[in-house]
């Protein structure tokens, strides 16, 4: 898109690069922070609840802010950890 350099935070793909029309009727590249994809279960691939998207949260948050505190927390969820919990008692 552009061919002119810009500054070197901005030449990685860690921001989206998005085309917008400006009011003049020009159209500017702007660099948007990316979304963070949304966790999924590991087992069912149902979205995970207690996870969140905000990225500022993922990178300088508290660990107990990130994923519940359960056993598999953030990777798997609820209905599967009680399914796999039952299958390990009963084969026990
Ligand atoms: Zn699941």
């Given at each position: 898109m552009g061919s002119t350099m810009?500054?070197?935070?901005l030449r990685s793909h860690?921001?989206?690069?998005?085309?917008?029309?400006?009011?003049?009727g020009g159209t500017k590249?702007?660099?948007?922070?990316?979304?963070h994809y949304k966790a999924r279960c590991a087992i069912c691939g149902r979205l995970l609840g207690?996870?969140?998207v905000d990225p500022d949260i993922i990178r300088r948050g508290a660990k107990t802010l990130k994923r519940p505190e359960r056993p598999y927390g953030g990777v798997i969820c609820?209905?599967?950890?009680?399914?796999a919990y039952r299958i390990a008692i009963r084969s026990g």
């Open positions: 810009v500054r070197p935070g860690a921001k989206k690069r998005v085309a917008r029309k400006l009011p003049g590249v702007f660099y948007i922070r990316r979304k207690g996870i969140p609820p209905d599967c950890l009680a399914r």
